[in-house]
């Protein structure tokens, strides 16, 4: 079949992750992407506006409207979906709080316009449930944990602290967490920006460094391709993730990790593995408090039905329109 696939592509490792894997589980299929950035083998970059058996979009915080000139630059995606193909399906994401009644009905009715749907968390799934009670939607832990071991770099660890940054978080307090674990373990702290498009994490990171003390020991990487970054994650002994999919990676790579929330999106993902540590507010913690989780921080071994459930959105996906012809 002829598949469209889209999605949010400015630089975030997140969501280039979510498209890689989606477009490596439907490689039987013909890929096209309207996404000038995106760069994945088997897709091919495409400016036609219909003619494709099957719309589908990719992303984890994809409905999210900020201010009421979103919900004029919504009701354009929606037309512009319905022209790409008349069935469309949405796979890994989730529902976040609206800013009013005319945002949420919005979105209530670009998601009543798919077939098939998959969120990654429950609230989203009940929240669909509720309110689209006629869509069909199924609720699978998030894709990336479903990553393929042929993806996960053989790189050594070196024991440094990384802290996946976003610009919510408290750099000052960020920088006293930096200083004190280069202060008792002697290891380098990697401040992993994981989004450099619009975001861009880069910023909160340059302000963690500024404010720290012991600079020769910090090292900031900025995300340029997949593959680099995750070498990088890799060469840490635990991470200090912000950013939600850095507690992913961190799970299915198998490296201690501590979480720190700025949405609920990252308290909704991480109760659905039965997750039960301390969850830390990336604007608001006690530095002491968060060294002695990072001290403490164990592997967090994911148990394989996990991985395998997250797989899926896709193999679902691919049963739905094989019997829809």
């Known amino acids: 079949m002829r598949i469209l696939l889209d999605g949010y592509a400015d630089c975030n490792l997140g969501d280039d992750l979510m498209l890689t894997i989606a477009a490596k589980g439907l490689g039987g299929h013909e890929l096209y992407t309207p996404l000038d950035k995106l760069n994945i083998d088997n897709v091919e970059y495409t400016c036609a506006k219909n003619g494709f058996d099957w719309y589908l979009k990719v992303t984890g915080s994809g409905f999210l409207i900020h201010n009421n000139m979103g919900i004029l630059y919504r009701m354009r995606d929606m037309l512009r979906e319905k022209h790409y193909s008349g069935k469309r399906a949405v796979l890994n994401c989730n529902i976040s709080n609206f800013i009013n009644n005319p ?3 919005v979105i209530q009715r670009q998601l009543g316009g798919y077939d098939f749907i998959t969120t990654r968390d429950g609230a989203s799934y ?5 309110n689209l009670p006629k869509t069909h939607c199924e609720k699978y832990p998030d894709m990336v944990f479903s990553m393929p071991d042929s993806m996960i770099p053989d790189v050594s660890c070196e ?4 802290i996946a940054v976003h610009s919510s978080a408290d750099c000052a307090a960020l920088s006293v ?14 401040l992993l920006c994981l989004d450099t498009g619009l975001e861009n994490d880069v910023i909160a990171a340059k302000k963690v460094y500024r404010e720290a003390k012991h600079k020769d020991m910090i090292e900031i990487v900025s995300y340029t391709s997949i593959s680099d970054m995750l070498g990088n994650i890799k060469r840490c002994g635990v991470i200090l993730g912000i950013r939600l999919h850095s507690v992913i990676l961190a799970a299915r790579m198998g490296i201690p990790f501590v979480p720190m929330s700025y949405s609920e999106k990252t308290l909704s993902v991480l109760s659905d593995i039965n997750y039960t540590e301390t ?8 530095t002491e408090d968060v060294l002695q989780s990072i001290f403490n921080a164990e592997k967090n071994c994911i148990d394989e ?15 739905y329109i094989k019997q829809q012809g």
């Open 159 to 162: 024991n440094a602290l990384g």
């Open 177 to 190: 967490v930096t200083d004190g674990y280069i202060k008792k373990t002697g290891k380098k702290v990697i």
């Open 305 to 319: 039905s996990i991985i395998k459930s997250a797989r899926n959105h896709i193999k679902k996906f691919n049963e």
């Open 126 to 130: 009940e929240y669909i449930r509720k």
């Open 103 to 105: 945002a949420e009905k």
């Open 279 to 286: 969850i830390y507010a990336s604007d608001s913690f006690v």
